[in-house]
């Protein structure tokens, strides 16, 4: 079990780099109370200053300081064990380099900020769509990581932090709004998951990263400029990019589909009246058709090449579609066709 915590902490920079300790050691104050338009710094302390808003989120000094704290050891673990993890997570190991060399490219504090971001960012959506954690299952959860620290089997690092801000602190006030972010976003992913129909994790990959690249892009971001840390809104952007094109390349080469699957299109509809979101899958290009009724009103629609109906647009409705090579086009805004 220590073997295994060690390598889910250093996965959190190497393969998912969001903050580390998303599951085990992250230790920032949170401040999901903070809305767009009504940030302030606090006269206590400097480390409570918001120096970013990610959508209606705050992001505190602090909590980028414990993430810059947690990213160095991560990272240099992972120079240590990368070898070795590619094989325990049957990921190529130049994969994994790839992405711990633009780790190092950008910057701790520009990583550490994009962790922040896309994590706040995503949770809101997975409260925006329903997918809040219970109390019961929170309890749960907490109780059985606090049993694995009880019993030592974290790693020295994870073990050394909780100890250092104090047990009961850290279980009773720190770990719960972590822990309830990181199992909201889980929740989130499997519903992704069961609406593309596809269980398998590998195949299905792609469309949560999708999925996780429409709500960062029509979110709203604010990074200003500080002598306190280095990280830019460009620096967040930048990173992301280059993220974005290694991954696409690795799952190109590595977890592409059979051949006789063909190409898939992803159609993301997002209702006016709901503000859900509905996941098409189809091997066909699709279009929007326009029809008008008896009393000439028009009806807007996504068809393919086919004539085949995929989806019903309402006024308001908005649709995107995520094309075979990973571009995400936007087909359907407000009660016009794009």
Sequence with gaps: MAIRTSVVVALLVVVALIIVGV????????SDDCRSGQATTSDSSKDDTVIAIAGDVCITLRELRVGVMHLRHSKEWAERELQGLGEYVGQPTDYLVARHNLVIKWGDDNV???????????????????????????????????????RGEYDAYTQGYIDSVGADHYWDSIYPDLAARSLAIDKLRKGVEEEVEIRDYVAVRPSWRDFQEEVIAAS???????????????????????LREIDRTHLRKDNAPPAAVGKIWIIHIKRADSGMWEIIRHNVEPEVCTWEDES???THRICDSEGEVLAELAQGDAASVITPPGETLSIFSEDRPK
């Design 112 to 150: 550490s900020m994009a962790g922040l971001i896309h994590e706040r960012i995503i949770h809101q959506k997975a409260k925006e769509l329903g997918y809040e954690v219970t109390g019961q299952e929170l309890d749960a959860h907490i109780e059985w990581a606090r049993a694995i620290y009880e």
């Design 296 to 298: 000439g009103n028009e």
């Design 220 to 242: 709203e971001i604010t990074v200003p400029a500080s002598e306190d840390h280095s990280a830019t809104l460009d620096g967040v952007r930048g990173f992301w990019d280059e």
């Design 23 to 30: 599951a085990v050691g992250a230790g920032a104050f949170w």
